[in-house]
């Protein structure tokens, strides 16, 4: 089991240009969450999917922000128009779902996005 | 608003000291809090989660005890090792089911020296 797959693991854009970030959740599991890391916010909820399906996107800046899960392998997500606050480590973590309210998040090791 | 709150930022300790991490939450539903770990270039992993019988949930020498009451879920060790070095995130599960979104704390930068 290869865990949760992030890539790149490191990108640097310039301002106002766009960002794609990868996720492959861990086999098996239906459940998948993005979320930003920054030393100021700690770990903050971007958004969430279940069997594909989204579920809660409340973390989301609405504008520039999306994310999309085309099959149970893969989930992106993209940022256009990238600004310098965009600056963070962007991690993804998958889990088994339905699996009640104790279920354990898996945590890839994320990808840094750098904007200069 | 904040569902989770950890107060400290930087606890810097001596080995062999113990360890208090606090958080304390707010929640509507019946919560379930959980502790993630996070070594230096490392993703975060599990370190425990609440239970709901009232077991007190211990894994390699820390534990936590949920405490409605108080609506607190502190992490606790007796003594402190170097390797425990690391950020340590206190996390609530929202909402009802499994429709609900993991919430974490701002985290808590635990630096251990000889």
């Known amino acids: 089991n290869a865990g949760v797959i992030q890539t790149p693991r490191h990108k640097v854009t310039g301002k106002g240009q766009e960002a794609t970030l990868w996720c492959e959740p861990i086999?098996?599991?239906?459940?998948v969450f993005w979320y930003r890391q920054t030393i100021v916010q700690g770990l903050e909820f971007l958004t969430y999917f279940r069997n594909q399906a989204p579920i809660d996107d409340s973390g989301m800046p609405k504008e520039r922000f999306s994310a999309q899960m085309p099959n149970q392998s893969h989930s992106t997500l993209k940022i256009q128009s990238t600004q310098p606050q965009d600056s963070a480590v962007y991690l993804c973590?998958?889990?088994?779902?339905?699996?009640?309210?104790?279920?354990?998040?898996?945590f890839g090791s994320g990808t840094r996005l750098t904007v200069l | 608003g904040d569902s989770v709150t950890q107060t400290e930022g930087l606890v810097t300790l001596t080995e062999g000291l113990p360890v208090m991490l606090n958080c304390t939450y707010q929640s509507t539903y019946s919560p379930f809090l959980f502790w993630y770990v996070q070594h230096l270039n490392e993703a975060p992993k599990l370190l425990l989660k609440?239970?709901?019988?009232?077991k007190r949930p211990e894994h390699q020498g820390f534990h936590a005890t949920l405490h409605k009451s108080s609506s607190s879920f502190h992490l606790q060790k007796s003594s402190a090792q170097l390797s425990d070095s690391a950020l340590y995130y206190c996390?609530?599960?929202?909402?009802?089911?499994?429709?609900?979104?993991?919430?974490f704390g701002k985290g808590a930068k635990l630096t251990v020296s000889p």
């Open positions: 996390a609530l599960r929202e909402g009802q089911g499994t429709g609900s979104k993991l919430s």
């Open positions: 086999s098996g599991h239906s459940a």
């Open positions: 609440s239970f709901t019988d009232n």
């Open positions: 973590a998958s889990s088994l779902a339905p699996g009640g309210c104790a279920e354990t998040l898996y």
